[in-house]
């Protein structure tokens, strides 16, 4: 076996996320799409005299961590193990070739088996987009954005600062997670106009993303975080607020929504 | 009565083009979508004593012209007559309430019935985006550009500046119209970066917009034009040829293909 490391970028609005759904192969994920045109692809030539000779299905490839239902990514970072015989497939045009063409593999890299999407992860990079504004969102930024009421940027840019440092976060974290250690580090948030730190939009759109960089994040604790930001930047919640929403390490003890899925943008995955 | 002039964005992925399909009314277009939500809202007060009295449905808007299937709009204009009762409306606010939200209505202003979104317009501007590389569309403009080979830019400026100007465009004009006058005037034919002239995209992405400014442009002319460029760009036809091909006068003649629709974006419509 040869492990093959994946970038990916994916428009996320027509799958239920990024993780194969073990309870419903019917729905359509992301890893699910790559798994089964790999899968197809490899079926005929396992290797000889490996384990694997015999276990045709399925390919399995392990990403860097889920993305929720209509998350997008510009830089997702999944690991595959391909059998020998199949190391001499040009791997980024014949998935590309065979996915559907709001998934596509930007590198195909061959990587020592010490590399794992996972868990060698050092850090991760995250944009929300925000239209908080009365103006209706363009039609091309439906998908990728959260319109909300106008909102007081310096606010929440004061809130974000709380934010920033490591943390227990577990304020910011959903149910439906084994994970024990909430503790986590944010590098920085960072506001600037334009989309998913990607694209500039013209002036008179009134586009704010909110860039996270961090050692890693909790369940859906970006957009609980931008929940928060938001109600700080609407008046519902002042900045000092925020440190007593932080200490309390209790999701039930935030007050604030989950921003919807759709805004919210993995922009990369970040190795040693 | 009074008219009203719309100013529309759309992103048209999902829609069978702007105009009502008479044969079938089940296909959803732009124009039905539009006159559905009017027609709900003032279905209950026609104006009395006028003819309208008894002619409850439906409104009917006029667009200054028709898209294909699949092209988007940033600036569509429509107008449509509205009872006296219901002018006290916000019809900005109360169309966005309504309308899915890829089709979002960016103005709506009062006019005076002289005005006419087909017959007042005296020009158009029109963007079509290439992604002219072996690298795979980044998924989030998967739906709003045409990926092509590689292309020589500089080619296609040359047959460009042969197209400006005014000209019979019957070898770019497509069957299933009644256009008797075929000639037009094309003010401009522009290329820079980015996504149809209203995002800015990576310096690394491949992105090529191609702005064309005119009087009016005739059935799938721009896609048309398109094709032609791009097989410019690939060397299948030399700058030379295009002459030829306009000379005919007749698009059995142009043997170029008609560019995919998903590229093109009505940017604006003129009036005087």
Chains 1, 2 share one sequence.
Not at 4 to 18: E, H, M, Q, R, T
């Amino acid at each position: 076996m040869k492990r093959l490391k994946l970038v990916i970028a994916y428009d996320g609005s027509a799958y239920c996320g990024w993780q194969a759904q073990a309870e419903d192969g019917r729905q359509r994920t992301i890893q699910s799409e790559i798994e089964r045109v790999i899968s197809g692809m490899v079926k005929e030539e396992p290797d000889p005299g490996t384990r694997d000779e015999h276990c045709l299905n399925p390919i399995r490839v392990h990403g860097s961590g889920r993305t929720d239902s209509g998350v997008h990514a510009q830089g997702q970072v999944a690991h595959v193990d391909i059998p020998l015989k199949s190391s001499g497939i040009n791997w980024k045009n014949a998935l590309n070739a065979q996915l559907p063409p709001d998934i596509r593999v930007i590198g195909a890299d061959w990587v020592g088996e010490d590399f794992h999407a996972r868990f060698s992860a050092i850090g991760k990079e995250y944009s929300y987009t925000l239209w908080p504004s009365d103006e209706p969102v363009n039609p091309l930024l439906a998908g990728l954005c959260w319109k909300t009421r106008p909102l007081s940027l310096e606010n929440m840019q004061s809130a974000a600062t709380v934010l920033s440092g490591e943390h227990d976060f577990a304020s910011f974290q959903n149910s439906g997670t084994d994970v024990k250690d909430t503790r986590r580090t944010i590098h920085s948030i960072a506001f600037f106009p334009g989309l998913a730190g990607v694209m500039t939009c013209p002036r008179d759109w009134p586009v704010v993303s909110i860039r996270f960089h961090g050692t890693g994040f909790l369940k859906q604790m970006v957009r609980n975080i931008i929940g928060l930001l938001v109600d700080i930047g609407l008046g519902r919640l002042a900045a000092k607020d925020v440190l007593d929403i932080l200490k309390a390490a209790e999701r039930a003890k935030n007050p604030c929504r989950t921003a919807p899925a759709h805004g919210l943008n993995l922009l990369r995955v970040i190795y040693p």
